[in-house]
C-alpha cells in the first residue's frame, strides 16, 4: 500500500461539505476555511481547520505543503462511465444503438487482449486523477480479464474504484457474448478476487442493459445480487426512445423498461442506473422507494443526442441522484464540465443548479449515492484522504473572469463553466501526491 505514512499538512483554501444544499440553507451545508490545513496521517484526514489551529493543535513541527491560493475540496467522484471506451471518446455521428453497433462493440473486442486492457486501465486511471477524479464505478468489457486488469491498475495507485465485467448474452457480437451460466462464474469469481472494500476495491454486478441480456441471464444477475448482497448493481435505463422500444419488446410484460429491473430485483439502493431520461412519474416513484440511484450523465446525453434529464422531477419524487461523466458516451472526463453541461441541461427546462448544489454532487453528493459517504466525498477526521487542489485561473480567460469575481459561488461557477483538467493543480489519493507524478 503507497500511502504515505510520517504525517504532513497541506494548506490552501479548504472547502468540504457537510449537507445537501438542495435541501436546506446553503450556508449551513459546508465549511469554508479561508487560510485551512489538513493533517494527513497513515492516509487519512486526522485534523481539519484553520492553519493556525490545527498547527497549534499537532505542537510539533510538521511538514506543510502550502497550496494557498487555490481551493482544495475532497476529491471527485464519478459514479458511471466505461473504461474500455477510453479511445471510442468522440465517436461521430450516431445515437445510442448505431454508436454501439458501429463503435463501441468493435472497441471492447480489443479487451481480450490482457495486454492491450492492462495498458488501457492504467492510462484511463491516470486520466481520471488528471481530472481530480479519485474515485469512479466504471463498467469493464464482457471479458473477465478487463475487470481484472482495471482492480490491479487501481490498487496500484490505493483508488477506491467500483467496477465490474459486463455481462450480455445477445445483440451483441459473437466475440462480446457471454452465456447465463458463464457470465454468473466470472462475476463470482471476479468478486471472490476482488471486492474487497479494505484495499478500496468494490465490485459491480453488471447486466449491461436490457437489451443485451437474455431472461436467463437477468435471472442470474438476480442471484448474483441474492449471493453478494454487499456489491454494487449497474445497468442502464431510458437513455433513448428506440431503445426503450427494443428493451420493453424483448419483456412483453414488463409495462415500462423499469419493470424488467424490477421484475428480476435489481432495483436496491447498491443499484446505479444509468441515464434514465424518458421515465413517466410512477417509474421515477418506484426508483424512490426503492432506493435506486440515477447517475445523471450531461455530455453523454448531449452527445449522442438523448434528451434532457429531469434533475428536479427526481427529486421532488424522491429519487437518488448522482451525476457522472458516462465516457466515452460522455465526451470528457472532466466532471468540471460535466457539471458545466448539467447546468445548461437544466437550464434548458427552466432549472437551476447553484454553484454549491454542483460541488456538493461532486462529492458528498456522490459518495452518499454509493454510500461511503464515511469514507470519501467530505473532508472530515477519519475520512480517506483523497484530495483535489483546484486553481480557478489556470487559463488566461479565466484569470481576466477572476479578477471581477467577487464571492466563493463566483469562483466555483468560473471553475466549472470555463475549467477543465488545466484547473486542477495537484490530486492526492490516500495521502499521496498523484498528479504531479504522473
Ligand atoms: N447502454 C448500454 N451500453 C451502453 C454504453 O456503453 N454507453 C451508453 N451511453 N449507453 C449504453
Ligand atoms: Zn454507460
Known amino acids: 500500500m503507497s500511502a504515505q505514512t510520517t504525517p504532513h499538512l497541506i494548506r490552501g483554501r479548504i472547502l468540504t461539505f457537510l449537507e445537501n444544499p438542495f435541501q436546506q440553507n446553503a450556508a449551513s451545508a459546508y465549511r469554508f476555511y479561508e487560510d485551512g490545513a489538513l ?10 481547520g484553520s492553519f493556525d489551529d490545527v498547527k497549534a493543535r499537532i505542537g510539533a513541527d510538521v511538514a506543510v505543503t502550502d497550496h494557498r491560493p487555490h481551493l482544495i475540496m475532497p476529491g471527485f467522484i464519478d459514479t458511471h462511465l466505461h473504461f474500455p471506451q477510453t479511445q471510442a471518446i468522440a465517436s461521430y455521428g450516431a445515437q445510442l444503438l448505431e454508436w454501439l453497433n ?7 473486442q480489443k479487451f481480450e487482449n490482457a495486454a492491450h486492457a492492462d495498458f488501457i486501465a492504467g492510462r484511463f486511471l491516470d486520466e481520471l486523477i488528471r481530472n481530480g477524479t479519485t474515485t469512479a464505478v466504471a463498467y469493464c468489457s464482457v471479458h473477465k480479464q478487463s475487470a481484472q486488469s482495471m482492480f490491479a491498475a487501481a490498487r496500484q495507485r490505493n483508488m477506491l474504484m467500483v467496477g465490474g465485467k459486463v455481462m450480455m448474452d445477445r445483440n451483441a457480437p459473437e466475440a462480446l457474448r457471454d452465456t447465463p451460466q458463464s457470465g454468473y462464474d466470472d462475476s463470482k469469481a471476479l468478486i471472490e478476487a ?27 444477475s438476480k442471484a448474483l445480487v441474492q449471493e453478494f448482497p454487499d456489491c454494487y ?10 431503445e426503450i422500444a427494443f428493451a420493453t419488446s424483448l419483456y412483453p410484460s414488463a409495462q415500462h423498461y423499469i419493470d424488467i429491473y424490477a421484475h428480476y430485483e435489481l432495483l436496491t439502493p447498491k443499484t446505479i442506473l444509468g441515464h434514465c431520461i424518458h421515465m413517466c412519474d410512477r417509474e ?28 428536479d422531477r427526481f427529486a421532488k419524487l424522491g429519487a437518488r441522484i448522482s451525476v457522472a461523466t458516462d465516457v466515452g458516451g460522455g465526451s470528457s472526463f472532466s466532471m468540471l464540465e460535466t457539471m458545466s453541461e448539467a447546468y445548461k441541461i437544466m437550464a434548458l427546462q427552466g432549472q437551476k443548479l447553484s454553484p454549491l448544489q454542483s460541488y456538493y454532487m461532486l462529492t458528498l453528493g456522490n459518495a452518499r449515492a454509493l454510500g461511503l459517504q464515511d469514507k470519501i466525498g467530505s473532508l472530515h477526521v477519519g475520512a480517506d484522504a483523497d484530495i483535489v487542489v483546484l486553481d480557478a485561473r489556470a487559463k488566461p480567460a479565466m484569470d481576466l473572469r477572476m479578477d471581477v469575481a467577487e464571492t466563493l459561488e463566483d469562483e466555483l461557477f468560473i ?24
Not at 493533517?39 to 481539519?48: P, S, T
Open 233 to 242: 448493481v449497474q445497468t442502464h435505463l431510458s437513455e433513448n426512445h428506440d
Open 39 to 48: 493533517l494527513i496521517a497513515n492516509g487519512k484526514i486526522a485534523d481539519i
Open 194 to 220: 476482488w471486492h474487497k472494500p479494505d484495499q478500496r476495491n468494490y465490485y459491480a454486478i453488471s447486466p449491461r442493459f436490457a437489451i443485451t441480456s437474455t431472461p436467463e441471464q437477468l435471472e442470474m
Open 102 to 108: 458501429t463503435y463501441v462493440f468493435v472497441e471492447e
Open 284 to 311: 421515477v416513484s418506484l426508483m424512490a422507494e426503492r432506493g435506486a440511484v440515477a447517475a445523471f450523465c450531461p455530455t453523454s446525453n448531449l452527445f449522442l443526442g438523448s434528451g434532457l434529464f429531469d434533475h
Open 415 to 438: 471553475l466549472q463553466t470555463m475549467g477543465d483538467d488545466r484547473c486542477v493543480r495537484e490530486v492526492y489519493i490516500a495521502g499521496k501526491a498523484m498528479k504531479s507524478a504522473l
